[in-house]
Each structure stands twice: as C-alpha cells, then as structure tokens.
C-alpha cells in the first residue's frame, strides 16, 4: 500500500493470485459443510425409518399375541375350542365352535403367508382366504393343543424380534 501526497489517495496492490485462491478454499468449506449436513439429514431420515419399523413390527406382533389370548380366554368353555390343521396352509389353527341363532359356526384362527387371519364360517366347514380378514402380519404362528396338560402353547413372533410364546391352561374339562 502506498501512499502519493500530491493526489490524496491510497493506491492499493493488485492480489489477482491470493483473492482467487481464498475464494476457492471458502467454496470448498462451504461445499464440505453442505455434504457433511445432507449426510446427516439422511442418517437421521433412515434412524427415523428404522425405528418406525421396528416399533409397527412389535406392534403387530402384540396385536396378533393378545387376539388369540383373549379368544382363548373368551371361550374357554367346555367344547369350544379345539385345535387342528387347516386346510390352506396345512398348520395348526386355533377353531372355536360358537351357536348362533340355533347353527353352529366355527371361527378359524390360522396362519398364511405372513399374516394372522380370522374367518367365520358353518360347521363343518373349512375357511378360505378370500372369506378371511387379515388380523395382523406376522411371520411365525404355531399352536397345539396339550392334552397330557390340558392347556394350549402358542408361539408368535416376527423377523428380528422377541418371539411370544405362553401356555393358557385350560379351565373347560
């Protein structure tokens, strides 16, 4: 920086080479400050998704688990409940005999391609998927029917979580 006398101002050195460079290296800090926020953002997006998921999982699960106990402990009655295997997928299904209006009708409670299905249908009869309603999705449902114990076993559960299982004995002879 010098100074002439006669012209009353301060004539300043041309930085051509210095300005550029500190230009560029503000512009690469903003860019890596911009990465470093939009990595984070997605980061806490897919967290977010994450436990989401985990928590409908477990919320289908307990759906599923306290539907079957509490027709267990609905009709625990002499001769209304009774497990065996369905005819869709070959497993054992929880089939609960129920008389209405002087016919008896038979509620399957089974297992089938990731999901827990009800269907309602006369005695005698043997449920089909376009007549069920899905309860809830879950990957893992086993029942039977213990008569050394006089009780029921299931288990439920899904991928990746904590599995149900419990005994309900029963109070009907």
């Given at each position: 920086m010098k100074r002439d006398p006669d012209s009353g101002y301060i004539e300043l050195k041309q930085n051509?080479?210095?300005a550029l460079i500190e230009t560029l290296a503000s512009m690469i800090l903003l860019i890596l400050l911009g990465a470093g926020c939009f990595s984070l953002a997605v980061s806490a997006?897919?967290?977010?998704?994450?436990?989401?998921?985990?928590?409908?999982?477990?919320s289908e699960l307990r759906i599923?688990?306290?539907?079957?106990?509490?027709?267990?402990?609905?009709?625990?009655?002499s001769g209304c409940l009774e497990v065996k295997?369905?005819?869709?997928?070959?497993?054992?299904?929880?089939?609960?005999h129920e008389k209405i209006n002087d016919k008896i009708y038979d509620t399957w409670i089974f297992h089938y391609d990731g999901y827990l299905y009800e269907a309602i249908v006369l005695e005698d009869e043997y449920p089909e998927v376009d007549i069920s309603q899905p309860i809830a999705r879950?990957?893992?449902?086993?029942?039977?029917l213990s008569e050394e114990d006089q009780g029921i076993f299931i288990k439920a559960g899904?991928?990746?979580?904590?599995?149900y299982d419990s005994f309900f004995k029963l109070r009907s002879d």
């Open positions: 051509k080479g210095r997006v897919g967290a977010y998704q994450r436990i989401y998921a985990a928590k409908e999982s477990t599923a688990y306290s539907f079957v106990t509490t027709k267990i402990r609905q009709y625990d009655i295997p369905d005819t869709i997928s070959g497993n054992n299904a929880l089939v609960i879950i990957d893992l449902f086993e029942i039977n899904i991928n990746g979580h904590k599995t």
